[in-house]
């Protein structure tokens, strides 16, 4: 059973414009997410974060937006750059009781000049 | 400072035989991870460590086995390894206990292939 869903495999935007990366989650106990960001042959490296109890967090290009009652999060990269093509994963946590930390299947975004 | 490293890049193996993932971080980390990447799947947990000689489960421990005898190591071992394991192995390491939700910072991956 995929706890943390990403429908979309793969993702084509031009260059300048924005790129928008989504999930979905089951678990209702998750109250962390986190995304990271993976390039072809090396380990996944962090990029932004949010919590259960905000609804959105931005870091420069980066903004994550949570919809809790949907059990959706979607990250927005503005303006999207071609340095940016690489694997998406999101990951959910539960930051009290049993550890989990579910990460998604990943979409690739490719970032066309 | 080299983040996490992971010996080796690559290896194969025949189905049976046995070895060990090497990890390490120079962060002064507590919490270290193995987990799993399948391709069409995320990364999956195997086990974890919240300090120094203590291990627990992921989702996915059947056929491995680990030790974290020092806090800047965390070894990965494969008892007869089986073609199901074939995958790419990533440690990762966070200064956060396990549950606090922390970004965790991952090293470049072991390419694992049993024949």
């Known amino acids: 059973d995929q706890q943390v869903k990403q429908n979309s495999p793969s993702l084509s935007v031009q260059e300048g414009r924005i790129s928008i990366l989504n999930c979905d989650y089951t678990?209702?106990?998750?109250?962390?997410f986190l995304w990271y960001k993976k390039y072809p042959a090396e380990g996944p490296t962090f990029l932004i974060s949010?919590?259960?109890?905000?609804d959105k967090n931005e870091d420069g290009r980066f903004t994550v937006f949570l919809n809790k009652s949907a059990k959706h999060l979607s990250l927005h990269i503005v303006p999207s750059q071609p340095g940016d093509s690489a694997v998406y994963f999101c990951?959910?946590?539960?930051?009290?009781?049993?550890?989990?930390?579910?990460f998604g299947t990943g979409t690739r975004l490719k970032v066309l000049a | 400072n080299a983040g996490v490293t992971q010996t080796p890049k690559f290896q194969v193996l025949k189905t049976g035989q046995s070895m060990t993932l090497q990890c390490a971080q120079d962060?002064?980390?507590?919490?270290m991870y193995w987990y799993r990447q399948d391709p069409g799947m995320g990364l999956r947990l195997i086990y974890y460590?919240?300090?120094?000689?203590?291990?627990d489960k992921g989702e996915v421990p059947d056929g491995y086995n680990v030790s974290r005898l020092k806090k800047q190591n965390f070894l990965l071992g494969l008892e007869s390894a089986a073609p199901s394991q074939t995958s790419v192995y990533f440690c990762?390491?966070?200064?956060?206990?396990?549950?606090?939700?922390?970004?965790?910072?991952f090293g470049p991956g072991t390419r694992l292939t049993v024949l």
């Open positions: 990762a390491s966070s200064n956060s206990l396990p549950g606090q939700g922390n970004e965790q910072f």
């Open positions: 678990n209702s106990m998750f109250d962390y």
């Open positions: 949010i919590s259960s109890i905000k």
């Open positions: 990951a959910a946590t539960v930051t009290s009781g049993t550890y989990k930390y579910i």
């Open positions: 962060m002064n980390h507590n919490s």
């Open positions: 460590s919240a300090s120094e000689g203590t291990t």
